[in-house]
């Protein structure tokens, strides 16, 4: 993977992020410790490339596999973690479309959070791009 100008390793994630506004992401990070598979640490990143402005990706090494955070306006808004997983936090009003699209809560997250499964057999791709958006710009407008 070529290396992002917007991509920080091996700092906090606290440098980045508020704590308080993400208290949940903090704890949920904090627990289990999420390695990232580099496919969908790709795929997220690929559609924060294409769909974002002003954002930063944080893990704590990519090398070693650590989860991927995209961060803006110290919000988190996407995660990378596991084999195949990356997850959002949407505003309500998208909640119910992310699941009837294929999204499941992610609830060991937050409220606001849905996981979708990448590299599903016999499953459409899901729309990452669009997810993304949608993610970064609720954490733009501070509402996430």
Known sequence: MARLANLVEGSS???HADVARNADVFAFLTESNPSC????????????IEKCGEWIAFS?????YGYVALVTNRTVFALGFGQSMV??????????TALATGATPAREIGQKWVSIELFRPDWPDPDVPFWTLQAYATARQNEG
């Not at 704590?60 to 070693?64: A, K």
């Not at 505003?91 to 119910?96: C, E, I, S």
């Open 13 to 15: 994630l606290a440098e």
């Open 37 to 48: 598979h580099s496919d969908n640490c790709a795929v997220l990143l690929k559609a924060a």
């Open 60 to 64: 704590p090494s990519l090398q070693n």
């Open 87 to 96: 997850s959002f936090r949407l505003p309500a009003r998208l909640y119910p």
